[in-house]
């Protein structure tokens, strides 16, 4: 069964450009969460959908920060523009559904460094 | 004071040990918990969910204590292959708000 994924795997790209980062949830999986992780945040929730409708969006950083998911299969995060302190890791993940008590699928992430 | 913490690491341990790590948790309406594996430079991996009664999953034990708001991990006769980051997980209720613990690194050596 194919997981989540994400593209890119690797992002490097200077500051004041505009960053897409891709994520395809699990077949079947209503819930879809996008995460940053860095070494001095560690792995922080930024902004979770359920069937395609934001829910929470208290964790994304600032306006540059936008996240859609126009359909069941698919979702961006977008940074507009970008800054060097976005530089982390940015991870993907989804579940069957919004109750509380199902884990996680996490995507590959994408490695974002921004110069 | 952070909602999830977890021992600081990093645990260094000969193969065959028997390690244990802590995580508490702040929110007394969590209402479910999970421990994850990260390996280096990898996504965050579910290893167990934690159950009020306990369990247990081969060498690996988790545990939860509601009343002192602490969650446990032991994993006995380590492997090498279980070097790794082991991140304490809570969800709460009313929205699904996770929150994920800054993790504990261990090493387990030959």
């Known amino acids: 069964d194919a997981g989540v994924i994400q593209s890119p795997r690797h992002e490097v790209t200077e500051m004041g450009q505009e960053v897409t980062l891709r994520c395809k949830p699990i077949s079947g999986h209503n819930s879809l969460f996008w995460y940053r992780q860095t070494m001095m945040r560690g792995l922080e929730l930024l902004i979770y959908?359920?069937?395609?409708?934001?829910?929470?969006d208290s964790g994304m950083p600032e306006d540059r920060f936008s996240a859609k998911m126009p359909n069941a299969s698919f979702s961006t995060l977008k940074i507009q523009p970008s800054e060097p302190r976005d530089s982390a890791v940015y991870f993907c993940?989804?579940?069957?559904?919004?109750?509380?008590?199902?884990?996680?699928?996490f995507g590959d992430g994408t490695r974002l460094s921004i110069l | 004071r952070k909602e999830v913490e977890q021992d600081p690491g990093p645990f260094n341990v000969p193969e065959g040990a028997t390690v244990a790590f802590n995580c508490t948790y702040s929110n007394s309406a969590s209402q479910s918990f999970f421990w994850y594996r990260q390996d280096c430079r990898k996504e965050p991996k579910l290893l167990m969910s934690v159950y009020s009664s306990g369990n247990e999953d081969g060498r690996f034990t988790a545990q939860l204590n509601r009343a002192s708001q602490y969650i446990s991990l032991l994993i006995r006769d380590s492997k090498l292959s279980d070097s790794a980051t082991y991140l304490c997980v809570v969800n709460r209720g009313g929205g699904f708000k996770t929150i994920f613990g800054a993790g504990t690194r261990l090493f387990v050596k030959a």
């Open positions: 959908f359920n069937n395609n409708v934001p829910i929470d």
């Open positions: 993940a989804s579940t069957p559904g919004i109750s509380s008590n199902q884990p996680q699928h």
